[in-house]
């Protein structure tokens, strides 16, 4: 199951908690992985299946989606059954993995949902991989987090930022982004998905980064078209769309 796009955003100032998640697979602890959207979460993951097998539910939102979600990676067909012995079925496989299971994207977790995680939470290791662990945004699954270890992603460096730029795809002027380091470090507030859409809008249009004006117009427009669109736009640039010209003035 693909994850993240990991080739193309380069995995940058992350080892040091890439390490630590590794030891935690080992002990197979309750992990609680929280930070905010555009911090590299479900990317950090996506480094860790690399050398680690995992089950990953991108989908908690609908117990028949985390289902889907994962009776392919336990090799289970629906076979036209009910959800109630699914579920059963579904339980009595994942236990036999051996390897954590990692919900991403936890949010609102539903009622049904959550009594399944409790179940699986006495025979596997799970993780929660999210953007806050207030009850009112986690929903369901909130009164577990007594037993899961919290880890919180912190933002970029300065200067991680900085190697982000130098090893991330880019057919400009490389001397001139690096220039701007400082203040696309600012805009993104250290958040490596954000900063990488900020890269592929550079790619699209004309900012001049030396100004404040020109930072306004590039914050305003990845408001507006999303830091999830740039980064699908990124991504398809970088995968095969062919060199781009420097916006950068």
């Not at 309750?30 to 555009?38: D, E, N, S, V, Y």
Request: one cysteine or more; hydrophobic letters at 45%; glycine letters at 8%.
């Amino acid at each position: 199951m693909t994850i993240a796009p990991s080739s193309i955003v380069p995995f940058v100032g992350r080892t040091g908690i890439l390490r630590r998640l590794e030891t935690m697979w080992s002990k197979g602890k309750l992990i609680l992985l929280q930070a905010p959207t555009g911090a590299g979460k479900s990317m950090l993951i996506a480094k860790l299946a690399e050398s680690r097998p995992i089950l990953y539910a991108p989908r908690c939102g609908c117990l028949g989606d985390f289902i889907d979600d994962l009776e392919p990676q336990v090799r289970l067909q629906s076979e036209e059954l009910r959800i109630a012995p699914r579920v059963h079925r579904l339980a009595k496989a994942l236990a036999k993995q051996g390897k954590p299971l990692i919900m991403d994207n936890v949010a609102r977790v539903p009622p049904k949902v959550a009594h399944l995680v409790r179940v699986l939470m006495g025979t596997m290791p799970v993780w929660f991989v999210t953007r806050s662990s207030m009850p009112g945004e986690l929903g369901h699954v909130w009164p577990y987090l007594f037993a899961f270890e919290r880890i919180d992603l912190r933002p970029f460096t300065l200067e991680e930022t900085r190697a982000f730029l130098t090893a991330a795809p880019f057919s400009g002027d490389r001397d001139e982004l690096l220039a701007a380091g400082l203040r696309l470090h600012r805009l993104s507030a250290g958040h490596p998905a954000t900063l990488a859409a900020i890269v592929a809008e550079l790619g699209q249009r004309k900012y001049d980064l030396r100004t404040m004006e020109g930072l306004h117009l590039l914050a305003l427009h990845a408001r507006i078209t999303g830091v999830q669109t740039n980064l699908r736009a990124y991504n398809r640039i970088m995968a095969g769309g062919g060199p781009q010209r420097s916006n950068i003035t």
